[in-house]
């Protein structure tokens, strides 16, 4: 059969993780003739989640794609993970597609799982469809699950079939464009068979529900819906096209991946409705022949590849290329990926994705195109909220420095995770999405790379300050033959309000305490407030300089900072210390369901409770607002999943240190002094 004509189009797999995403992908490559067995995610055996960290979890941990052709056309599969801690691998990928299939769950009750979803493909105005997967374990109804759906989407959900049911099961479907009946077959085409009569009058108010959801958008259309007219297949098969790409309408099929049900079906929806990737383009800001780059992979065989779908013109292996940021490479060898496999390309056609190889100063977000000749902007990549760190260390000392070398590579590969050097605790931290992401990446450090750590939690960034005034002399005085060290000075230390931080002042008179011989007071005292008598830096605190004396050969910078050192660590001894702890002012964004119990949580974390309220525009999420102590934010975001069907996530940042309660703040101290 000869294809549509549309070239190459590409299809994102999105939806809630467990909604059957990877396993949708198997059964599309098997209905297409690409495997001779379907895979399936339990045993193993799937083309997608070929890593070790997804089989081990059973579910998607990064980007896959995959390809098939299907009656002349081409086709490539974006399969993006579920889950929020991962999602940022795919983001830029999901983009680029031309059409978004969004796989959910039947059951209505899971519905606002979905609602993340549609927002996103809503704000980055990204064509959608939805496939109703495991349609064979339903226990609602298609009506219940679209009337659940309905407030969270813009565009109106089209259903394009109903349901033919068997007692409890759903046996078949009716394609209401077609008016035609199907029963289903497993792992093969449907059969058509006769409409049944007590379905007619069903099928009929079905049909024209989606007439009338199209003809919101087809004046044409509306004029023969309003004087009888039975419009042609041609006029509907038009208007679902059109207004999917446009963004107007969400087509909604249902079937089962793994029992193989509504899967052809699904196909011809894709082949007929998928936008081109030459609409994409124009959606995205590329003009003329670009590659939008989406991602890094390191392959175990083939280096350092970096994922790109092309656009415009074929891409040739050896092509001089200019990069928006400034780069110019020679494109290396082209590579197609089917699941963890590569296979060597001679080049890419338009709308294809590939791995570039020897493009080494590209990112996931860069646009890369011929040499002088590259317009438009592509898919900006975004800033990513990493909001859990750990502290991590090489567990042998001879991979400390390939240790560096495998965090360069592993934030590259994914854009939600990050790594610093603590200049207070002098911990290597990794920072990423939440705990899962964090395990999975140390996971990776240790396979892909060769290096294992050790993991910790990091140091909370603890920190005291006085309550009271405090003078106090330092004296210095050494000798050992020779010139000796001497320095005297009396300092008064007294609180400053929360967020001053350190004021030095000098009231010195006649010449007690040279001028020269300040600043390393100043420094002596700096040196003291670096860890104060409770074993944490001291903030929010004055010292003046009252007086002092010197000695004519023996005084020194040295000599005068360590007697500013000692004058001011004795004082803030006898100034009352008090312990404070750095709090986050945090953002919970959680479905409705499960705001009493996440309020809760936080709570027995210490938490203030600051509002909750409706999220803006979503239907059934709440956005709850707390002020939280850092110390409580390890762990938070798995309690949070497990509270809420693995959907509430959150937001933090840095708002204010405040004291910490005279117990507790005892037994921190007691921890600090304690060898690690």
């Given at each position: 059969m000869t294809g549509t004509g549309k070239g190459i189009r590409a299809i994102a797999l999105v939806g809630p993780a467990g909604a059957g995403k990877t396993s949708l992908a198997e059964a599309l490559l098997f209905a297409a003739g690409a495997v001779d067995r379907q895979g399936t995610v339990t045993a193993g055996s799937s083309i997608g989640d070929g890593s070790a960290e997804a089989r081990a979890r059973g579910g998607s941990t990064e980007l896959n794609l995959m390809r098939f052709d299907w009656h002349g056309d081409r086709f490539i599969l974006v399969d993006a993970p579920g889950s929020a801690g991962f999602a940022a691998d795919a983001a830029i990928a999901v983009e680029a597609a031309d059409l978004a299939l969004v796989v959910i769950d039947p059951d209505p009750a899971r519905a606002p799982l979905v609602e993340p979803t549609l927002r996103r493909l809503e704000a980055a105005g990204i064509p959608h469809a939805v496939f109703v997967n495991k349609i064979d374990q339903a226990r609602g109804s298609i009506a219940d699950l679209l009337e659940a759906l309905k407030p969270m989407s813009a565009a109106a959900l089209v259903a394009r079939q109903i349901p033919i049911s068997a007692g409890e099961r759903v046996a078949?479907?009716?394609?209401?464009?077609?008016?035609?009946?199907?029963?289903?077959?497993?792992?093969?085409?449907?059969?058509?068979?006769?409409?049944?009569?007590?379905?007619?009058?069903?099928?009929?108010?079905?049909?024209?529900?989606?007439?009338?959801?199209?003809?919101?958008?087809?004046?044409?259309?509306?004029?023969?819906?309003?004087?009888?007219?039975?419009?042609?297949?041609?006029?509907?098969?038009?208007?679902?096209?059109?207004?999917?790409?446009?963004?107007?309408?969400?087509?909604?099929?249902?079937?089962?991946?793994?029992?193989?049900?509504?899967?052809?079906?699904?196909?011809?929806?894709?082949?007929?409705?998928?936008?081109?990737?030459?609409?994409?383009?124009?959606?995205?800001?590329?003009?003329?022949?670009?590659?939008?780059?989406?991602?890094?992979?390191?392959?175990?065989?083939?280096?350092?590849?970096?994922?790109?779908?092309?656009?415009?013109?074929?891409?040739?292996?050896?092509?001089?290329?200019?990069?928006?940021?400034?780069?110019?490479?020679?494109?290396?060898?082209?590579?197609?990926?089917?699941?963890?496999?590569?296979?060597?390309?001679?080049?890419?056609?338009?709308?294809?994705?590939?791995?570039?190889?020897?493009?080494?100063?590209?990112?996931?977000?860069?646009?890369?195109?011929?040499?002088?000749?590259?317009?438009g902007s592509g898919i900006q990549a975004e800033a990513v909220t990493a909001n859990c760190a750990l502290a991590v260390a090489a567990e042998s000392q001879k991979d400390e420095v390939r240790l560096s070398t495998a965090l360069n590579r592993l934030v590259e590969e994914d854009p939600g995770l990050h790594w610093a050097q603590d200049e207070v605790s002098h911990e290597t931290l990794l920072h990423g999405i939440n705990d899962e992401h964090l395990a999975v990446a140390v996971e990776r450090l240790k396979r892909r790379y060769g290096v294992a750590v050790k993991v910790g939690r990091r140091t909370v960034a603890y920190k005291e300050s006085i309550r009271k005034s405090a003078t106090q002399r330092g004296r210095h005085k050494k000798?050992?033959?020779?010139?000796?060290?001497?320095?005297?000075?009396?300092?008064?230390?007294?609180?400053?309000?929360?967020?001053?931080?350190?004021?030095?002042?000098?009231?010195?008179?006649?010449?007690?305490?040279?001028?020269?011989?300040?600043?390393?007071?100043?420094?002596?005292?700096?040196?003291?407030?670096?860890?104060?008598?409770?074993?944490?830096?001291?903030?929010?605190?004055?010292?003046?300089?009252?007086?002092?004396?010197?000695?004519?050969?023996?005084?020194?910078?040295?000599?005068?900072?360590?007697?500013g050192r000692l004058a001011v660590s004795e004082a803030l001894a006898a100034a009352a210390p008090y312990l404070l702890e750095p709090v986050a002012h945090v953002r919970i964004m959680t479905p409705g369901s499960a705001s009493s119990r996440v309020s809760s949580a936080v709570a027995s974390r210490r938490g203030q409770m600051l509002g909750m309220a409706p999220q803006d525009g979503w239907s059934r999420w709440d956005a709850i607002e707390v002020l939280l102590p850092e110390a409580e934010l390890h762990g938070l975001e798995a309690e949070l999943r497990s509270l809420s069907q693995g959907m509430a996530r959150y937001e933090a940042h840095f708002d204010h240190l405040a004291e910490v309660a005279h117990k507790l703040a005892g037994e921190i101290v007691q921890r600090s002094k304690q060898p690690a």
């Open positions: 078949g479907f009716v394609d209401l464009a077609l008016e035609r009946a199907y029963h289903y077959r497993t792992g093969q085409s449907s059969e058509q068979v006769p409409l049944a009569e007590h379905l007619r009058e069903q099928e009929a108010a079905a049909r024209m529900v989606m007439l009338e959801q199209l003809a919101d958008h087809d004046d044409t259309l509306l004029e023969q819906l309003l004087s009888d007219e039975m419009p042609s297949l041609a006029l509907v098969f038009g208007d679902l096209a059109s207004e999917t790409k446009s963004g107007l309408v969400v087509p909604v099929l249902f079937g089962s991946a793994t029992s193989g049900h509504g899967i052809r079906r699904l196909l011809k929806m894709l082949r007929h409705d998928t936008p081109t990737a030459a609409d994409t383009a124009a959606r995205i800001g590329i003009e003329g022949a670009a590659a939008q780059i989406l991602k890094v992979w390191h392959g175990s065989t083939v280096g350092r590849l970096a994922l790109a779908r092309v656009f415009g013109t074929a891409l040739a292996e050896g092509a001089d290329l200019a990069a928006t940021n400034g780069q110019a490479a020679r494109a290396g060898a082209l590579f197609a990926v089917q699941g963890a496999g590569t296979t060597k390309v001679g080049r890419a056609e338009p709308g294809d994705i590939v791995g570039i190889a020897k493009v080494d100063g590209v990112r996931a977000g860069d646009l890369i195109g011929p040499g002088g000749k590259l317009a000798q050992s033959g020779g010139h000796g060290q001497f320095g005297d000075v009396t300092v008064e230390i007294r609180p400053l309000e929360p967020g001053e931080g350190f004021r030095f002042e000098d009231k010195i008179t006649g010449g007690a305490v040279p001028k020269q011989w300040i600043p390393a007071v100043e420094q002596g005292a700096r040196d003291a407030i670096a860890k104060g008598p409770l074993g944490f830096p001291v903030v929010d605190v004055a010292v003046t300089l009252l007086d002092g004396a010197f000695h004519s050969v023996d005084s020194s910078e040295l000599a005068f900072r360590t007697a």
